[in-house]
């Protein structure tokens, strides 16, 4: 028979209250006898009922988390830190992969609902879900435009274009072409293809333009990075508008034979631990990612408490330029 809170707070001298107490983390309650307790519940094998706890709560302490793919460096970093952040506050954490397909996100968020999350973080690329506005569930969006009374969390996309594009020009590049993902998303990311412009047409260059359609399929980046190397002889800076799309050009510029920096300076933008580690030299703009995922966690966490009451639903982290060898 499996062992009940009775049973831990008997052999261990104490009410059941107080066993209820530890096991929530409410009230204090002596070192001593938290020690006492945690060690009966080892001995007995005891642990605690969290359906009994969130029927208690009206919560079952589960986050839902949708994003297009954990294989992406950004995405993988950024849910690590969520995850991390959650189980110290006491929620665990049900990831889904939407791939960026709108009946899978769909299908993703309607099964988050059915299975009582008390909120969902979104950093998917969809637009138009009318459901994420239409829920009755606390949502928080990182870095995409959801709805206009969903909190967004985002980095200073428009600094971080900027930063780049002026690097570059004053590297002494004449021809700076951007490689950007699909235009027609609603995302903050797009204020780095709007900083590029300004500062281009501001320094009377004009800007260029390549997009890639499908985001996460390697062979769009592969292709858009041929086609451009193909048609621009010229092109002495890239700025890629992530480094996936940076590692790309560096792939590529060294089956053509063109030298980094000396021929090409290249920019890309994220900074995340995994593409540090593989290509220190690349130069970036980095997100502060960790950050991102405390503020989103904080946001969907106050309103589950039901104490968030900011009219300003957009949150703009700074971002930081680091110089690497490719520039």
Not at 253 to 260: E, G
Not at 278 to 296: D, G, S
């Given at each position: ?28 309650i002596?070192?001593?006898t ?105 949502v ?8 206009d ?27 700076i ?44 980046h ?28 560096i ?18 933008y ?29 946001i ?28």
């Open positions: 028979m499996k062992p009940k809170i009775k049973d831990v707070a008997k052999l261990a001298g104490v009410s059941p209250t107080t066993v209820s107490r530890i096991l929530n983390n409410r009230g204090y002596s070192a001593k938290r020690e006492s307790v945690y060690k009966v519940m080892e001995e007995l094998n005891y642990h605690r009922n969290d359906l009994a706890r969130s029927l208690f709560y009206n919560r079952t302490y589960i986050i839902g988390l949708i994003f297009p793919t954990t294989s992406n460096p950004f995405f993988g970093q950024l849910i690590f830190h969520i995850e991390n952040i959650c189980m110290s506050l006491g929620y665990k954490v049900m990831l889904c992969n939407s791939l960026n397909h709108i009946d899978k996100e769909k299908q993703y968020l309607d099964m988050l609902q059915r299975n009582q999350v008390d909120g969902i973080i979104v950093g998917t690329h969809n637009q138009g879900i009318l459901d994420y506005e239409n829920a009755n569930i606390h928080v969006a990182i870095d995409r435009y959801l709805s009374k969903i909190p967004i969390v985002s980095s200073d996309n428009y600094e971080g274009g900027k930063m780049a594009t002026k690097l570059l020009l004053n590297k002494g590049c004449k021809k072409i951007l490689i950007s993902g699909p235009n027609g998303l609603k995302t903050p990311a797009n204020m780095r293809k709007k900083a590029y412009e300004d500062v281009l047409l501001a320094a009377a260059r004009i800007p260029i333009t390549y997009e890639i359609s499908a985001s996460f399929e390697k062979d769009t592969i292709t858009t990075v041929n086609k451009l190397f193909d048609e621009n002889k010229d092109v002495d800076g890239i700025f890629a508008s992530d480094d996936l799309i940076a590692s790309a050009v792939n590529e510029a060294r089956k053509r034979d063109i030298n980094i920096p000396n021929d090409l300076k290249l920019i890309g994220d900074g995340t631990e995994t593409i540090r580690t593989c290509m220190p030299q690349l130069t970036t703009i980095q997100q502060p990612i960790e950050e991102i995922a405390k503020v989103a966690v904080n969907l966490v106050k309103q589950i408490d039901g104490t968030y009451n900011d009219t300003n639903l957009q949150t703009i982290l700074p971002v930081k330029l680091i110089e690497g060898t490719t520039t």
